[in-house]
């Protein structure tokens, strides 16, 4: 059986899968249960200084596909807006009943020492493990100097670390936001400051949406709105490709990475996690389904785990990382054409219409006066697009048709006139 | 003993037997339904359908909340795309061709959503057509089923006055009189017929038959091109016997007085009935019987389940509602008393046996057959060897300037869907004569 106990950065917990910081967790009733559900850590909801925030009615907006299942949210919410005391008390006492538990507290206070001087040795004070700076949330707080707005100046991410690594024994989680253009800058940033750990990503600065009605973004309050967090299922690439960027580069390779964005399933999970990811956090599932999904995110895990011989989480940890590569670095050589097994195909069509209309006009729509949709090898350049909006899985694959004996990358095929200046 | 009486049931349950059959998709489930159409190249669908409704466009409109947008595409194509919706067949047509069923078995509810979004459109009572300027040019329309209907209507949007002439009362055809009342409830063959009307340029005169009250000669005289859609006026007989006793009589009688009915109470059915024929007909009027409160209703077809031209769901459907069916048995024999049926002998056509079945009805529905018009002197419409009109590819008939469709051209089939696209191809030839 699967040894799925994680240890992120010195901090235990019983699996790799932990709550993010966000309206989930921003009580102890809420925490409560989810540790009840096996949740293997929370991160509380970002703590600040008071008095507290004032929140808004409504806070979310989403994007269905058509079964209406939610593929993507937004949230306009901020940072607790309950009395830091209180939040303080309730840490305290989750952590007490639930020793075995990760227990990470997210903070936001203004950019001064003094503020994070003041909070941090009250957040030691109630047993948590460690601390998470919300260098991200990109609405509201960013307008008063926090969060993203942090988050998007690399020295003050430094700062600000640094400030919390000097003023408390806590690990310290730096979780960095995705509204950047390199994720790599604050990440350098995180490091040098002495961060334990990076939690990325935060959410996506976004508008979700126009209500036509009422001409105003989603979610309307009294008749305006206002760009907000995203997150879910459709962030997922975008967060992968970050976690993959720190994980691969010389400088930033070596901090632990918590895995965050659009995590639904275990396999979403894996795949931050053979990309560096130590762990991974979750919410907009949760948020979806209650905090019993996480049953199937530690059974999927643990039978992922059993089926492929691991017997730890750091026996797969980083796998993939060797074949995430620069663009300059593949095999101009391997060619792979799309191949139609026409025993499953349907004959919808969408790969010839996809084809023809915006590729290649490589797959045929007739054969002998008769329906029938067929790859042109001579014009196929292996695209895999008509892979992709064929709705039957595994109708249409990539099959490898050259000799598999060569490779040259951009930086040395002949015919390519910027092999030169792409070195 | 006789036991054919009104009233088997109480009012409530009558209500409940004959309200709507398929009841109408609500929007999550129209959302959800939409979402499976896969917007094929080229589809399947389309070219399944009779009258070509661009089905993947109008699902897609669904799915982005564009009903009205929606229901154009639907009536552009096909003016009766509402109650095409409630009955065509189209387990054997559009559903059929889905691509869906190759790997699920469960095809795109494309009937269902074509209902969805005509139903939105009468509803909310938007009229999609325009009349164009009135071009002086007269056409008679002979019949106000569906072909006469889908030809008038589609004439009158290019500006030509159309005469509507009915044998019946009501305009409809066999949508007001010969289907189901569950399929459609709260008198929807006639809200259609108004939206059909509503377009403007036609004008309808019912109650006179061709070759009694009028006379195509008349007709060709006075009009500019004349087009008939006077569907099947007889009915066949079984053959066997007196079918002049009580308690016997043609289903299509039966159904058109329930959907005639301002109170089904207050219509007759027997205790035990017996249904003869294999088609729709023979469906509609056994599963009705049924619903009217007859305790055994049973529906003999002389060929087996695969042979009626009633599809396997319509045959499931009666089951589902109590109806027996015997396949491969023939009816040799009508037994009465005093005048009125008692019951019939029927043969295995496989062992000869015989076996007969007590009932106090009998509804025949073993198919309707053309009742040609008397023509005036020296008109000759040329006919099939099927005994119906014989037309081109484009519903002309023999005679110059007359057309025709529906079932008095038909193939055998006899749907509504195939009737609108006759009348549609009839007005499209109409008007190039007339604008040529």
Known sequence: MADIRGNFAGIKSPNPFWLASAPPTDKYINCRRAYEAGWGGVVWKTLGEDPPVVNVSSRYGAWHDGNRRLMGLNNIELITDRPLDINLQEIKQLKSEFPDRALIVSLMVPCEEESWKRILPLVEATGADGIELNFGCPHGMSERGMGAAVGQVPEYVEMVTRWCKQHSRMPVIVKLTPNITNVLNPARAAVKGGADAVSLINTINSIMGINLDVMAPEPVVDGKGTHGGYCGPAVKPIALNMVAEIARTADTRHIPISGIGGITTWRDAVEFMVLGAGNVQVCTAAMTYGFRIVEEMIDGLSQFMDQRGFATLDDFRGMAIPNVTDWNQLNLKYVSKARINQDLCIQCGRCHIACEDTSHQAITAEKDGKR????????????????????????ITMVQTDAGTEYQNWTSHPNNPMRVAAE | MNEISPA????????????????????????????RCYFCYDAPCVKACPTSIDIPSFIRKISTGNLVGSASDILEANIMGGMCSRVCPTEILCEDACVRNLNEHAPVDIGALQRFATDHLFEAGIQLFERKAPTGRKVAVVGGGPAGLSCAHALAVEGHDVTVFEAREKLGGLNEYGIAAYKVPNNFAQREVDYILAVGGITVKTGLALGKDIQLADLRRDFDAVFLGLGLGAVRSLGIGDESLKGVEPAVDFIARLRQADDLAAIPVGARVI???????????????????????????????????????????????????RYWSKPVAIESAGGAVTGMVFERSDTGARFTLAADMVLTAIGQVLAPPSLGAGDVLEMTASGRFAVDDNQATSLAGVYAGGDCVGNGKDLTVAAVEDGKIAARAIHARLTA
Request: with cysteine; proline share 4%; hydrophobic share 40%.
């Open chain 2, 275 to 325: 249904v003869i024929g294999g088609g729709n007909t023979a469906i509609d009027a056994a599963t009705q019987a049924k619903k009217l409160g007859a305790d055994e209703v049973t529906l003999v077809y002389r060929r087996g389940a695969e042979n009626m031209s009633a599809t396997t769901v319509e045959q499931d459907w009666a089951k589902t509602n109590g109806v027996r069916i």
């Open chain 2, 8 to 35: 088997r049931l109480s009012s409530g349950e009558l209500a409940e037997n004959f309200s709507d059959a398929h009841p109408r998709l609500n929007p999550q489930q129209a959302l959800v339904a939409s979402d």
């Open chain 1, 372 to 395: 029938f949709f067929e790859v042109v090898d001579s014009e196929c350049v292996g695209c895999n697009l008509c892979a992709h909006v064929c709705p039957v899985p595994e109708c």
